[in-house]
């Protein structure tokens, strides 16, 4: 078992290098590939005429008068040593590691501005996925357990429905209804949960149910399919021969085989959902990771894009680590194979 | 652990003493079982008006081609259909109550501790995802008052019986970690730890090496001997039925087309089907190198059952009644001169005899 997760920190350390590869090479070096000088993107204003002596003291600084590899090197070592950036013309800012640069739009350090995103994002994930899992597994398991019963026909057509609509719509309505038509939620801004739990609970429940809407009903199907399937097989006809009660029979011997499938994709939703939930944040104000690669985006401030990608790839490298770690876990066969 | 079979019975023991003399009164009586299956296509007559008897301590073999009904009928007697589609009747009497009527409950504290099966496939019989130790525990957690540790000397000591070597080692492993063989003879484990009067063995040699099959059928007889149960044996392998069956039904079409003791069925068999699974039987006891005998045709459909009888489509013997009986009218299951043997035919008795002496005899 410790050999296997030895094994696959490894693999995630190679795909983290591999996306900090990816990342240099279309955020860096495409502007170069198109002779223009990425040097705007990073100062947030016009930079001095090309040939000139403070033009090329920035490119130095930034490091583009390098070789590529070197380039890429220079980049890849100042995520991890102490140095300060200037724009030139007197802001400065002395970085530390995770050194993922300085807004000069905002401001701000790139990784300031993360940590400040970060929470959001993950309670907001974290949050609806439990909500999801939770409802879309206990309706996916009655379905499975009695195809074509009333249950199942009334909450397939639901969960069709629920997959149809998208958050844009869900989430304006539950806002319009809950808050602003019935009063049973005040109007409030996000709150860390460390400094105010009740408040971030309030402002964190309609966007939980909004994003856990569509992914209940996705994994209702899910388990729907899959209990049906696990319901058939030769293991479970033995565990009624050897005379179980039904609830151990179904819970212990098919629920268990049931999920391992999902367990894999919920690890993997939820490390994509940390970078990805813009829709969410932006229908309820929320300012969390997707908020700010859209902001940045539109002001093309790079070095926060870039922060903003490699943390979300991050993230979802770390989710299948734990998705691989838990599969291993309850499947015996996995460990050895 | 000197003697195994006192480690075997240990705790058990109480909870089910065998009784001293095995009186020859059937227990388990199936009459006139039928299991229907509504499909879309039609109603699938897997098994159509069955019956037979297993004494106390007796082997019976239920032998037919894939899709005769045997795994069906088997199924049945343990009440697994409930909650499926399946429509039953008829009796299944195990000693003094009637299955088909019993409730889920009462068929609960049966399966497992009364009667029990050992399946076909054992790797995916057992659950992937726990320890085959663990698994056979369950079985005798379910149906004894015990702790756990007590389940799991009862599992070891049962694993030790069936002849898995270092067994309270092998008690941690998975499923996958047991080679074919070993994972059946934990599969027997498990049917055998509450120690069931009634022992289902749905071809439990099937998937096995030719090798291991002998050993894996002598394990179970002497088993079976030594717990007093009496066995169904499920097969299409009449080489296993000659060695270890009692007496023997021969299902065709979801019927039983013939049935009577070993000696009977081997010796002077009636029904066209019959003989011709003896002559599709590879005998490595005849020094003769005689072709295999295939029955031509395919089995039955089971939603369109043949009219009249169910064999007749490849029967080569429906000449020799006269008036196309063998096409128009459904013969009864009725017994020959001989007493226990009964033949699902319209050819005459006598005129049966001679075609299988001067026919099927010198060919086989």
């Known amino acids: ?337 | 652990m000197s003697d195994p079979r006192e480690a075997t019975l240990g705790t058990a023991a109480i909870e089910f003493i065998p009784e001293s003399a095995p009186d020859a009164k059937a227990f388990l009586s199936v009459r006139d079982l039928r299991v229907h299956f509504p499909t879309d296509d039609g109603l699938v007559k897997a098994v159509d008006g069955i019956s037979f008897d297993v004494e106390r301590g007796s082997i019976l073999g239920i032998v037919g081609e894939s899709g005769s009904g045997k795994s069906v009928t088997s199924q049945a007697i343990l009440g697994l259909h409930t909650g499926t589609s399946a429509k039953l009747s008829g009796e299944i009497w195990f000693d003094d109550k009637n299955l088909l009527a019993a409730s889920e409950k009462e068929l609960r504290a049966l399966r497992g501790a009364e009667i029990a099966v050992i399946f076909q496939d054992p790797l995916s019989a057992m659950h992937p995802y726990y320890k085959v130790g663990a698994q056979i525990s369950e079985a005798y957690l379910v149906h004894n008052k015990v702790s756990h540790a007590e389940a799991r000397k009862a599992t070891i000591a049962m694993l030790d019986r069936v002849g898995i070597p270092n067994p309270a080692a092998r008690y941690e492993d998975y499923p996958h970690h047991f080679s074919g063989g070993m994972r059946q003879r934990a599969m027997i484990a498990m049917a055998l730890v509450c120690q069931p009067r009634l022992l289902i063995a749905d071809e439990p040699t099937t998937s096995l090496d030719v090798t291991v099959q002998a050993q894996i059928l002598e394990l179970m007889k002497d088993l079976a001997k030594e717990l007093d149960s009496a066995v169904i044996l499920i097969t299409h392998d009449l080489g296993v039925v000659a060695e270890t069956c009692d007496s023997v039904v021969v299902m065709y079409g979801g019927q039983c087309v013939e049935k009577g003791s070993v000696d009977q069925l081997f010796y002077e068999p009636e029904m066209p089907y019959t003989w011709g699974l003896l002559g599709s039987m590879p005998r490595l006891d005849r020094t003769r190198q005689a072709r295999l005998t295939p029955i031509a045709g395919q089995p039955p459909s089971l939603i369109q059952v043949p009219k009249g009888c169910v064999f007749n489509p490849r029967c080569r013997y429906i000449d020799r009644v006269p008036g196309n009986r063998c096409k128009t009218e459904h013969p009864e299951l009725v017994e020959t001169t001989t007493k226990g043997h009964e033949v699902r035919c319209h050819i005459r008795p006598a005129e049966r005899r001679q075609i299988f002496d001067n026919e099927i005899l010198p060919s086989l």
């Open chain 1, 1 to 337: 078992m410790i050999r296997f997760i030895i094994r696959r920190l490894l693999g995630a350390a190679v795909v983290v290098w591999i996306v900090s590869v990816v990342t240099f090479v279309i955020f860096q070096l495409a502007p170069t590939l198109s002779h223009q000088s990425p040097i705007y993107y990073y100062i947030a204003k016009q930079p001095p005429p090309v040939g000139s002596v403070q033009f090329k003291e920035l490119e130095h600084a930034f490091g583009f008068d390098r070789p590529l590899f070197q380039q890429y090197w220079f980049w890849l070592s100042n995520i991890f040593h102490s140095h300060t950036i200037s724009n030139g013309t007197g802001e400065t800012s002395s970085c530390h590691f995770p050194c993922l640069g300085y807004s000069f739009k905002l401001h701000t350090p790139v990784s300031t501005l993360i940590w400040q995103a970060l929470p959001v994002s993950l309670s907001l994930a974290v949050g609806a996925s439990i909500l999801w899992l939770v409802g879309g597994v206990l309706v996916g398991t009655i379905s499975g357990l009695r195809p074509g019963s009333l249950f199942d026909r009334v909450g397939m057509i639901g969960t069709l429905t629920a997959v149809s609509i998208p958050i844009f719509f869900t989430g304006p309505i539950l806002l319009l209804l809950v808050v602003y038509q019935w009063k049973w939620l005040p109007d409030v801004s996000y709150a860390p949960l460390t400094k105010d739990p009740a408040q971030w609970l309030r402002s964190m429940i309609l966007p939980w149910i909004a994003l856990a809407f569509a992914f209940a009903a996705l994994y209702a199907r899910l388990t729907r399919a899959n209990m049906m399937e696990t319901m058939g097989e030769d293991f479970i006809r033995t565990a009624r021969a050897k005379g179980l009660p039904r609830r151990t029979v179904v819970v212990k011997h098919g629920l268990r085989a049931a999920l391992t499938p999902i367990v894999t994709i919920f690890a993997i939703d939820l490390g994509t959902l940390i970078g990805s939930t813009v829709i969410t944040e932006t229908v309820f104000n929320l300012r969390g990771l997707g908020w700010l690669s859209i902001q940045s985006i539109r002001t093309k401030d790079l070095p926060v894009i870039m922060g903003v990608t490699i943390v979300a790839a991050i993230a979802l490298v770390l989710a299948n680590l734990i998705a691989d770690i838990m599969y291993a876990v309850i499947d015996p066969r996995v460990r050895f194979s």
